[in-house]
Protein backbone atom coordinates (compact mmCIF):
# COMPACT_ATOMS: atom_id res chain seq x y z
CA UNK A 1 0.00 0.00 0.00
CA UNK A 2 1.32 3.58 -1.21
CA UNK A 3 1.61 5.75 1.85
CA UNK A 4 0.90 9.83 1.12
CA UNK A 5 2.58 11.48 3.41
CA UNK A 6 1.69 15.96 3.42
CA UNK A 7 3.16 18.73 5.06
CA UNK A 8 2.97 20.85 6.05
CA UNK A 9 0.09 19.79 8.48
CA UNK A 10 -1.11 23.08 8.96
CA UNK A 11 -0.23 26.39 6.97
CA UNK A 12 -0.86 30.15 7.63
CA UNK A 13 -0.87 32.72 5.21
CA UNK A 14 -2.79 35.42 4.42
CA UNK A 15 -4.92 36.03 1.46
CA UNK A 16 -3.00 37.63 -1.65
CA UNK A 17 -0.08 34.73 -0.64
CA UNK A 18 0.81 31.79 -2.06
CA UNK A 19 0.71 28.59 -0.45
CA UNK A 20 2.87 25.57 -1.78
CA UNK A 21 1.43 21.99 -0.50
CA UNK A 22 3.63 18.91 -0.49
CA UNK A 23 2.79 15.05 -0.82
CA UNK A 24 5.14 12.44 -0.76
CA UNK A 25 4.52 9.25 -1.56
CA UNK A 26 6.32 5.90 0.16
CA UNK A 27 6.48 4.47 -3.59
CA UNK A 28 6.39 5.56 -7.15
CA UNK A 29 3.23 6.56 -8.30
CA UNK A 30 2.25 4.90 -11.37
CA UNK A 31 1.87 7.31 -14.53
CA UNK A 32 1.37 10.43 -11.59
CA UNK A 33 -1.72 9.16 -11.05
CA UNK A 34 -2.10 11.62 -8.32
CA UNK A 35 -5.37 13.80 -7.43
CA UNK A 36 -5.80 16.99 -5.29
CA UNK A 37 -9.17 17.60 -3.47
CA UNK A 38 -10.68 20.67 -1.41
CA UNK A 39 -12.57 20.24 1.96
CA UNK A 40 -14.52 22.99 3.59
CA UNK A 41 -16.07 22.24 7.08
CA UNK A 42 -19.53 20.32 6.35
CA UNK A 43 -18.70 19.96 2.98
CA UNK A 44 -17.94 16.79 0.59
CA UNK A 45 -13.91 16.81 -0.79
CA UNK A 46 -14.35 18.84 -4.41
CA UNK A 47 -11.65 17.43 -7.26
CA UNK A 48 -9.29 20.16 -8.03
CA UNK A 49 -6.59 18.58 -9.95
CA UNK A 50 -6.09 14.86 -11.48
CA UNK A 51 -3.06 13.13 -13.69
CA UNK A 52 -1.05 15.54 -11.08
CA UNK A 53 -1.14 18.67 -13.04
CA UNK A 54 -4.91 18.33 -14.81
CA UNK A 55 -7.34 21.22 -13.63
CA UNK A 56 -10.44 19.54 -13.12
CA UNK A 57 -13.60 21.46 -14.49
CA UNK A 58 -14.49 24.53 -13.09
CA UNK A 59 -11.24 24.84 -11.08
CA UNK A 60 -9.78 28.50 -11.41
CA UNK A 61 -6.01 28.57 -12.60
CA UNK A 62 -4.58 29.87 -9.47
CA UNK A 63 -4.35 26.12 -8.61
CA UNK A 64 -1.84 24.17 -10.28
CA UNK A 65 -0.52 20.71 -9.70
CA UNK A 66 3.02 19.29 -10.82
CA UNK A 67 5.49 16.54 -9.68
CA UNK A 68 5.98 12.87 -10.83
CA UNK A 69 7.58 9.73 -9.22
CA UNK A 70 7.40 10.20 -5.48
CA UNK A 71 7.14 14.12 -4.28
CA UNK A 72 4.37 16.16 -5.74
CA UNK A 73 3.28 19.81 -5.15
CA UNK A 74 -0.17 22.03 -4.82
CA UNK A 75 0.53 25.44 -5.47
CA UNK A 76 -2.20 28.36 -4.86
CA UNK A 77 -0.68 31.34 -6.91
CA UNK A 78 -2.67 33.59 -4.97
CA UNK A 79 -4.83 32.79 -1.80
CA UNK A 80 -8.53 34.21 -2.18
CA UNK A 81 -10.97 34.26 0.96
CA UNK A 82 -12.60 30.89 0.51
CA UNK A 83 -9.33 29.23 -0.54
CA UNK A 84 -8.77 28.33 3.34
CA UNK A 85 -9.43 25.05 3.77
CA UNK A 86 -8.19 21.06 4.14
CA UNK A 87 -6.39 19.91 0.80
CA UNK A 88 -6.15 16.02 -0.03
CA UNK A 89 -3.83 14.47 -2.10
CA UNK A 90 -4.92 10.59 -3.96
CA UNK A 91 -3.09 8.28 -5.26
CA UNK A 92 -4.89 5.95 -7.90
CA UNK A 93 -1.76 4.29 -9.46
CA UNK A 94 -1.95 1.27 -7.10
CA UNK A 95 -4.56 -0.38 -5.36
CA UNK A 96 -5.52 0.12 -2.80
CA UNK A 97 -6.43 3.90 -3.62
CA UNK A 98 -5.02 5.84 -0.89
CA UNK A 99 -5.23 9.44 0.85
CA UNK A 100 -3.25 11.77 2.70
CA UNK A 101 -3.94 12.89 5.97
CA UNK A 102 -4.46 16.57 4.61
CA UNK A 103 -3.05 20.21 4.85
CA UNK A 104 -5.00 22.90 6.27
CA UNK A 105 -4.45 26.60 5.24
CA UNK A 106 -5.92 28.81 7.42
CA UNK A 107 -5.64 32.31 7.46
CA UNK A 108 -2.64 34.33 9.26
CA UNK B 1 -27.60 19.20 -12.77
CA UNK B 2 -24.99 16.22 -11.53
CA UNK B 3 -25.56 14.82 -8.32
CA UNK B 4 -25.12 12.04 -5.92
CA UNK B 5 -27.43 11.53 -2.81
CA UNK B 6 -26.95 9.04 -0.19
CA UNK B 7 -29.18 7.86 2.29
CA UNK B 8 -29.29 4.90 4.63
CA UNK B 9 -26.49 5.85 7.64
CA UNK B 10 -27.38 6.14 11.20
CA UNK B 11 -26.69 4.45 14.50
CA UNK B 12 -26.33 0.53 15.19
CA UNK B 13 -25.13 -1.52 17.25
CA UNK B 14 -21.83 -3.57 16.98
CA UNK B 15 -22.35 -6.67 14.75
CA UNK B 16 -25.53 -5.20 13.20
CA UNK B 17 -26.20 -4.23 9.77
CA UNK B 18 -26.63 -1.01 7.30
CA UNK B 19 -27.87 -0.34 3.07
CA UNK B 20 -26.54 2.51 2.21
CA UNK B 21 -27.98 3.86 -1.41
CA UNK B 22 -26.56 6.78 -3.41
CA UNK B 23 -28.84 7.93 -6.06
CA UNK B 24 -27.11 9.74 -9.23
CA UNK B 25 -28.97 12.05 -11.52
CA UNK B 26 -27.55 14.64 -14.40
CA UNK B 27 -25.42 11.77 -16.10
CA UNK B 28 -25.24 7.84 -17.73
CA UNK B 29 -25.11 6.16 -14.23
CA UNK B 30 -24.03 3.19 -15.70
CA UNK B 31 -20.93 4.61 -18.11
CA UNK B 32 -19.28 5.72 -14.97
CA UNK B 33 -17.05 3.65 -12.57
CA UNK B 34 -18.68 4.26 -8.68
CA UNK B 35 -17.35 4.36 -5.38
CA UNK B 36 -17.76 4.48 -1.82
CA UNK B 37 -15.34 6.52 0.23
CA UNK B 38 -15.45 7.28 3.82
CA UNK B 39 -14.13 9.86 6.71
CA UNK B 40 -13.37 9.90 10.33
CA UNK B 41 -11.11 11.43 12.45
CA UNK B 42 -9.06 8.48 13.11
CA UNK B 43 -8.53 7.20 9.91
CA UNK B 44 -9.23 10.09 7.78
CA UNK B 45 -10.26 9.85 3.75
CA UNK B 46 -10.20 5.70 3.11
CA UNK B 47 -11.40 3.90 -0.33
CA UNK B 48 -14.05 1.75 0.71
CA UNK B 49 -15.63 -0.05 -2.53
CA UNK B 50 -15.98 0.71 -5.73
CA UNK B 51 -16.90 -1.01 -9.26
CA UNK B 52 -14.00 -1.08 -12.32
CA UNK B 53 -14.76 0.66 -15.20
CA UNK B 54 -15.36 -3.38 -16.66
CA UNK B 55 -17.78 -3.67 -13.89
CA UNK B 56 -15.20 -5.63 -11.31
CA UNK B 57 -15.65 -4.73 -7.82
CA UNK B 58 -13.34 -4.65 -5.42
CA UNK B 59 -13.15 -3.71 -1.20
CA UNK B 60 -10.69 -2.44 0.82
CA UNK B 61 -9.24 -5.30 3.06
CA UNK B 62 -10.60 -3.91 6.33
CA UNK B 63 -14.39 -4.42 5.17
CA UNK B 64 -13.70 -7.67 2.26
CA UNK B 65 -16.05 -10.05 3.03
CA UNK B 66 -18.47 -7.57 5.55
CA UNK B 67 -19.53 -5.37 2.72
CA UNK B 68 -20.94 -6.03 -0.21
CA UNK B 69 -21.46 -3.31 -3.31
CA UNK B 70 -23.88 -3.26 -6.17
CA UNK B 71 -25.20 -1.12 -8.42
CA UNK B 72 -29.06 -0.86 -10.31
CA UNK B 73 -28.42 0.66 -13.49
CA UNK B 74 -32.64 1.25 -14.14
CA UNK B 75 -32.84 2.82 -11.26
CA UNK B 76 -29.29 5.43 -11.13
CA UNK B 77 -28.48 3.65 -7.86
CA UNK B 78 -25.30 2.59 -6.19
CA UNK B 79 -25.52 0.38 -2.73
CA UNK B 80 -23.47 -0.62 -0.12
CA UNK B 81 -24.55 -3.44 2.21
CA UNK B 82 -22.17 -3.77 5.48
CA UNK B 83 -22.84 -6.30 7.90
CA UNK B 84 -20.67 -7.66 11.14
CA UNK B 85 -20.43 -3.69 11.73
CA UNK B 86 -17.42 -2.24 13.75
CA UNK B 87 -16.98 0.63 16.19
CA UNK B 88 -13.72 1.40 13.59
CA UNK B 89 -16.83 1.75 10.43
CA UNK B 90 -17.76 4.63 12.40
CA UNK B 91 -17.45 7.35 9.80
CA UNK B 92 -19.40 9.98 7.16
CA UNK B 93 -19.73 7.40 3.87
CA UNK B 94 -19.07 8.80 0.65
CA UNK B 95 -20.48 8.15 -3.13
CA UNK B 96 -18.39 9.46 -5.70
CA UNK B 97 -18.14 8.84 -8.87
CA UNK B 98 -14.62 7.32 -9.59
CA UNK B 99 -12.37 7.45 -12.56
CA UNK B 100 -9.36 5.84 -10.05
CA UNK B 101 -10.46 9.64 -8.69
CA UNK B 102 -13.58 11.16 -7.65
CA UNK B 103 -14.92 13.97 -9.74
CA UNK B 104 -18.57 14.28 -8.19
CA UNK B 105 -19.22 13.25 -4.94
CA UNK B 106 -22.34 13.08 -2.49
CA UNK B 107 -23.13 15.30 0.53
CA UNK B 108 -22.68 12.02 2.72
CA UNK B 109 -24.25 9.94 4.97
CA UNK B 110 -23.15 9.28 8.49
CA UNK B 111 -23.04 6.04 9.47
CA UNK B 112 -22.30 5.48 13.80
CA UNK B 113 -21.46 1.76 15.10
CA UNK B 114 -21.78 1.88 18.95
CA UNK B 115 -23.76 0.30 21.78
Known amino acids: EIVLTQSPGTLSLSPGERATLSCRAS???????LAWYQQKPGQAPRLLIY???SRATGIPDRFSGSGSGTDFTLTISRLEPEDFAVYYCQQYGSSPRTFGQGTKVEIK | EVQLLESGGGLVQPGGSLRLSCAAS????????MTWVRQSPERGLEWVSG???????FYAASVKGRFTIWRDNSKNTLYLQMNSLRAEDTAVYYC?????????WGQGTMVTVSS
Open chain 2, 26 to 33: GFPFSSYG
Open chain 2, 96 to 104: TRWSGYGDI
Open chain 2, 51 to 57: FGASGST
Open chain 1, 51 to 53: DAS
Open chain 1, 27 to 33: QSVTSSY
